[in-house]
């Protein structure tokens, strides 16, 4: 064999062996960050379980489909289903109460423009600004009983 060719065998084995240690390394510094082997959390207490099953039950009502013009110069529409989520006895209450707070959402969605009412139902500013404005209209913005989620499982601009 000539000087080139085990120069060449000789560089080619350090880099396989600093490939290898590389790697290792990687491996190594993966499972650390990862906290090692999966660790189950502890059963709960009875305390918590009693805690869990004391919790108020969230009620859901359907305030239904909404269509409204939105404040652009051009022609665009938003169009969106909501539901309501609340704890305490409000189901009647939001029955007999349920035109006002149609009212109250329509009037909050023609103040919007398309751009605004997108950004604002990605980052969910829509749904706090909605369920505020129930509670207002309800007086329970601090009692047992109030809106506490809004969901809005269908939104289309247009």
Same mark, same amino acid.
Do not use: C, W
């Given at each position: ?88 006895? %409000?189901? @009647?209450? !939001?029955?007999?109460?349920?035109? /006002?707070? $149609? ?8 103040? *919007? ?20 404005? %129930?509670? @207002?209209? !309800?007086?329970?913005?601090?009692? /047992?009983? $109030? ?8 939104? *289309?601009?247009?």
């Amino acid at each position: 064999m000539s000087g080139k060719i085990k120069i060449i065998i000789i560089i080619l084995v350090v880099l396989l062996i600093t490939l290898g240690i590389g790697a290792i390394a990687y491996i190594a510094s993966k499972k650390a960050t990862t906290g090692g082997p999966n660790v189950d959390p502890p059963p709960p207490t009875q305390e918590q379980i009693n805690n869990a099953n004391n919790a108020p039950k969230m009620g859901r009502f359907d305030l239904g489909e909404f269509t409204a013009n939105t404040r652009d110069e051009e022609l665009h529409y938003i169009r969106l289903q909501i539901e309501i989520g609340y704890v305490g006895q %409000l189901e @009647n209450e !939001l029955e007999e109460r349920k035109a /006002e707070l $149609r009212d109250r959402v329509n009037n909050h969605l023609m103040k *919007l423009n398309a751009q605004r009412a997108k950004e604002d139902y990605v980052d969910h500013f829509m749904h706090k600004d909605l369920e505020r404005e %129930l509670n @207002n209209v !309800l007086g329970r913005s601090t009692s /047992e009983s $109030r809106i506490i989620q809004v969901v809005i499982p269908t939104f *289309l601009i247009n």
